[in-house]
T-cell receptor, first 114, second 114 residues
Framework: GNSVTQMEGPVTLSEEAFLTINCTYTATGYPSLFWYVQYPGEGLQLLLKATKADDKGSNKGFEATYRKETTSFHLEKGSVQVSDSAVYFCALSDRPSGNTPLVFGKGTRLSVIA | GAGVSQSPSNKVTEKGKDVELRCDPISGHTALYWYRQSLGQGLEFLIYFQGNSAPDKSGLPSDRFSAERTGGSVSTLTIQRTQQEDSAVYLC????????????FGPGTRLLVL
């Protein structure tokens, strides 16, 4: 079945450090890939997405590139801020042409210290 | 515009009691999803509605769990005879026909079964 594996946290970084959160997936077809973010006390928010191989999703300084050859969708940010402290979830949707439940990774907690 | 809303935001109940959780999706969103977020299991899919019908109930953990959706809008998730292992955050998400793979999440209902 479909699955998403992401690096376990917590990840603690100093402000302005470079961030990478690894995500790899297993899917039978050609999934769409997503990163969601959950800030403390809030619901899940879509951060970025990519719907086909080699697409790059980007938002708020975060980027992730859909790599079919390595089945990966790693999240990166060049310079993190304290306000980026949150839990990040990688997810896939395996039928982009129709409605389908998302399959999530277990989440990675990021703490950024000043 | 308004996002996905859920009520109550918190619910404390005694083991064996029934609970009802409500989700109000974004207006015009035809698809509605229920997920459960718990410490040990991460984010798990429960059930999906397209309009008022539920083509995928595969994630419901037992027959104590049921859900309905009326008028293509509001959905209610009912848990009968609650158990302590039902304690979790129950999340609702919706998506629109023109962007089926992108789901927008509500803030969740935090359920604690004592």
């Amino acid at each position: 079945g479909n699955s998403v594996t992401q690096m376990e946290g917590p990840v603690t970084l100093s402000e302005e450090a470079f961030l990478t959160i690894n995500c790899t997936y297993t899917a039978t077809g050609y999934p769409s890939l997503f990163w969601y973010v959950q800030y403390p006390g809030e619901g899940l928010q879509l951060l970025l997405k990519a719907t086909k191989a080699d697409d790059k999703g980007s938002n708020k300084g975060f980027e992730a590139t859909y790599r079919k050859e390595t089945t990966s969708f790693h999240l990166e940010k060049g310079s993190v801020q304290v306000s980026d402290s949150a839990v990040y979830f990688c997810a896939l949707s395996d039928r982009p042409s129709g409605n389908t439940p998302l399959v999530f990774g277990k989440g990675t907690r990021l703490s950024v210290i000043a | 515009g308004a996002g996905v809303s859920q009520s109550p935001s918190n619910k404390v109940t005694e083991k064996g009691k029934d609970v009802e959780l409500r989700c109000d999706p974004i207006s015009g969103h035809t698809a509605l999803y229920w997920y459960r977020q718990s410490l040990g299991q991460g984010l798990e899919f429960l059930i999906y509605f397209q309009g008022n019908s539920a083509p995928d109930k595969s994630g419901l953990p037992s027959d104590r769990f049921s859900a309905e959706r009326t008028g293509g809008s509001v959905s209610t998730l009912t848990i009968q005879r609650t158990q302590q292992e039902d304690s979790a955050v129950y999340l609702c998400a919706s998506s629109q026909p023109s962007e089926k793979e992108t789901q927008y999440f509500g803030p969740g209902t935090r359920l604690l079964v004592l």
